[in-house]
Nanobody, 123 residues
């Protein structure tokens, strides 16, 4: 079992940046694949990015490639999502998730979830 807590959300103007953090506790975090998902009002939860336990492999949704960077620091049991050049369409609740298998782009592939952090991008 692993517990995840996101932080770093907030209100930012279009073109700005935010860095989300995901603090993990419980079992050894470095055994887990970590992913970020987001959910806007009235929409389904969608994949944003994911990273393997070693950090060597990453995957991104096309909508965020070149703007967002996922990373992790296993020594700190923390994952990050650096978000640059933010757009109003990035507005959503962002969730950190983890699984013990492999990078996946569907929410059903993840066992553990944080409570979410709100990101609002104004135009």
């Amino acid at each position: 079992q692993v517990q995840l807590v996101e932080s770093g959300g907030g209100l930012v103007q279009a073109g700005g940046s935010l860095r989300l953090s995901c603090a993990a506790s419980g079992r050894t975090f470095n055994n887990y694949v970590m992913g970020w998902f987001r959910q806007a009002p009235g929409k389904e939860r969608e994949f944003v990015a994911a990273i393997t336990w070693s950090g060597r492999s990453t995957d991104y949704a096309d909508s965020v490639k070149g703007r967002f960077t996922i990373s992790r620091d296993n020594a700190k049991n923390t994952g990050y999502l650096q978000m640059n050049s933010l757009k109003p369409e990035d507005t959503a609740v962002y969730y950190c998730a983890a699984n013990t298998r492999a990078i996946g782009i569907t929410p059903s592939g993840y066992n553990y979830w944080g409570q979410g952090t709100q990101v609002t991008v104004s135009s």
